[in-house]
């Protein structure tokens, strides 16, 4: 059995970090007595794990043997997709000042981002969401995983494991089609997965960019548009400072926390936002939470 302990920055919240999990990562996340079951790719290697809270610490365990190398990585891996380095304590100084946003961060103190594992699954799910409510997105997202990845047994659990590019490399557009994808949606992420498996897209090569880099980069491409170039900002790289203003989700709320008439505009809301650098990507997502849970 590997039992690893890892102590976050303080302050963290495991309860409310996770809460996203549990409403919508359901196609590769198992939740069981408070812990959280998902399968990660160490080294290229399928691996379960059990990722759980105790005793102020995120505890991470598998009952695969696991080498030095292959520990090291995973315990980096969960500190990297849990946040857990990550010091929010500046950005609660610098957002006291903003009302009436001030109370609604208070009240979620401890909330970190969740990180896919990959550049690569963070990208696939993203354009999958496109124009999509959450619920028909994270369908899709495993009906995909379903057709073209794999599973991995687990105790008594039968884990999904999300696929690698070269995986759904091979599928054809009609086999999405099939799943309810549309036909232009199902080209994006197989066109897309192809050019990552033949090294024509390199998304690890995107982390030593500036953010207005990579979005250069990705809106490029043909099915991705800013708003996910964005979304692997926040979601697969966890860049502090970005602000999806033409999220509908981020406009909703920002009428609802300033009790506005109307829904602000895109320019409205990145005006706003000028105040909330060099934290804009957390104002966001306390924002989304907001919406959803407030």
């Given at each position: 059995?590997?039992?690893?302990?890892?102590?976050?920055?303080e302050?963290y919240?495991?309860?409310?970090?996770?809460?996203r999990?549990?409403r919508?990562e359901?196609?590769?996340?198992?939740v069981?007595?408070?812990?959280f079951?998902?399968?990660l790719?160490?080294?290229?290697?399928?691996i379960p794990?059990e990722i759980?809270?105790?005793?102020g610490?995120v505890?991470v365990q598998?009952?695969?043997e696991l080498g030095?190398?292959?520990r090291?990585i995973?315990a980096?891996l969960?500190?990297?997709?849990?946040?857990?380095?990550?010091?929010?304590g500046?950005?609660?100084e610098?957002m006291?000042k903003?009302?009436?946003l001030?109370p609604?961060i208070e009240?979620?103190?401890?909330l970190?981002?969740?990180?896919?594992?990959s550049?690569?699954?963070?990208?696939i799910?993203?354009v999958?969401?496109?124009?999509?409510?959450l619920?028909?997105a994270?369908?899709?997202?495993?009906r995909?995983?379903?057709?073209?990845?794999?599973?991995?047994?687990?105790?008594?659990?039968e884990l999904?494991?999300?696929?690698?590019p070269?995986?759904v490399?091979r599928l054809?557009?009609?086999?999405l089609?099939k799943?309810?994808?549309?036909?232009?949606?199902a080209?994006?992420?197989?066109?897309?997965?192809?050019?990552?498996?033949d090294g024509?897209?390199?998304l690890e090569g995107?982390?030593?960019?500036?953010?207005?880099?990579v979005?250069?980069?990705?809106?490029?491409?043909r099915?991705?548009?800013?708003?996910?170039?964005?979304?692997?900002?926040l979601?697969g790289?966890?860049?502090?400072?970005l602000?999806?203003?033409?999220?509908i989700?981020?406009?909703?709320?920002?009428k609802?926390?300033?009790e506005?008439?109307?829904q602000?505009t895109?320019?409205?809301v990145?005006e706003w936002?000028e105040?909330?650098?060099?934290?804009?990507?957390?104002?966001t997502f306390?924002?989304w939470?907001?919406?959803t849970?407030g």
């Amino acid at each position: 059995m590997v039992d690893i302990g890892l102590k976050p920055v303080e302050p963290y919240s495991f309860v409310a970090t996770t809460r996203r999990l549990v409403r919508s990562e359901k196609a590769l996340y198992r939740v069981r007595d408070g812990q959280f079951l998902r399968v990660l790719r160490i080294q290229g290697r399928p691996i379960p794990v059990e990722i759980g809270w105790e005793s102020g610490q995120v505890r991470v365990q598998t009952t695969v043997e696991l080498g030095t190398r292959e520990r090291e990585i995973l315990a980096r891996l969960i500190r990297r997709m849990f946040s857990l380095d990550v010091d929010l304590g500046p950005f609660y100084e610098h957002m006291k000042k903003e009302s009436p946003l001030a109370p609604i961060i208070e009240e979620r103190k401890g909330l970190h981002f969740v990180l896919d594992p990959s550049l690569y699954e963070c990208l696939i799910k993203t354009v999958i969401s496109q124009q999509l409510n959450l619920s028909f997105a994270g369908r899709l997202v495993y009906r995909l995983v379903e057709l073209a990845g794999e599973t991995i047994r687990y105790g008594d659990e039968e884990l999904p494991v999300f696929p690698t590019p070269e995986q759904v490399a091979r599928l054809d557009y009609e086999d999405l089609q099939k799943l309810q994808f549309n036909r232009r949606k199902a080209e994006y992420v197989i066109d897309l997965s192809r050019q990552v498996a033949d090294g024509e897209l390199d998304l690890e090569g995107l982390q030593s960019l500036s953010d207005r880099q990579v979005v250069e980069k990705l809106v490029a491409l043909r099915g991705v548009g800013r708003w996910t170039a964005e979304c692997l900002l926040l979601f697969g790289m966890g860049r502090p400072d970005l602000l999806p203003a033409a999220d509908i989700g981020v406009r909703n709320a920002v009428k609802k926390a300033f009790e506005l008439d109307g829904q602000p505009t895109e320019a409205e809301v990145r005006e706003w936002g000028e105040g909330w650098t060099p934290w804009r990507s957390y104002v966001t997502f306390y924002l989304w939470d907001y919406l959803t849970e407030g």
